[in-house]
């Protein structure tokens, strides 16, 4: 439990963080982006109280990488721990990205760099807690 739990943790507490970097990098390159956001037809008001789960989204993530990390870390290769890390990352931010990519793009009237910063945040994290993960459970 604790090679999962705590790493998690770790990993989804960077997530957040890279996450709020990645958006405000997104936000500058596009003047007007979080004005989307706050269109309440399509998205809740930030002050709503169910918008405080988006909050858990990181750590529900990184415990869950952890878990795969602990079932396949002999699968994953790579000459060291940060190699076999950024494997497993990328790995896994293929599989949780690029699909959520194509049905967030063709299913929603969204613009365009809305979705990709989404996927873009989602592969970073991805990085971030593949990183993470493996170098703590070495």
């Not at 990098?25 to 399509?42: R, S």
């Not at 809740?44 to 415990?63: G, K, N, S, W």
Request: without cysteine; charged residues 10%.
């Amino acid at each position: 439990m604790k090679k999962i739990i705590l790493p998690g943790i770790l990993a989804g507490v960077l997530m957040t963080i890279a996450g709020f970097v990645v958006s405000a990098i997104f936000n500058v390159i596009v003047p007007g982006l979080q004005d989307q956001y706050m269109n309440e037809a399509i998205f809740r008001a930030p002050d709503e109280p169910l918008m405080m789960l988006f909050l858990l989204y990181p750590f529900v993530t990184a415990i869950i990488m952890a878990w795969l990390w602990d079932k396949s870390k002999s699968v994953v290769k790579g000459k060291d721990v940060w190699t076999r890390g950024l494997n497993f990352g990328v790995a896994i931010g293929l599989l949780l990205t690029l699909p959520a990519f194509v049905i967030n793009y063709s299913s929603f009237n969204l613009p365009f760099v809305m979705i990709l910063s989404w996927t873009v945040m989602s592969f970073v994290n991805s990085i971030i807690a593949g990183l993470i993960i493996v170098k703590m459970n070495k």
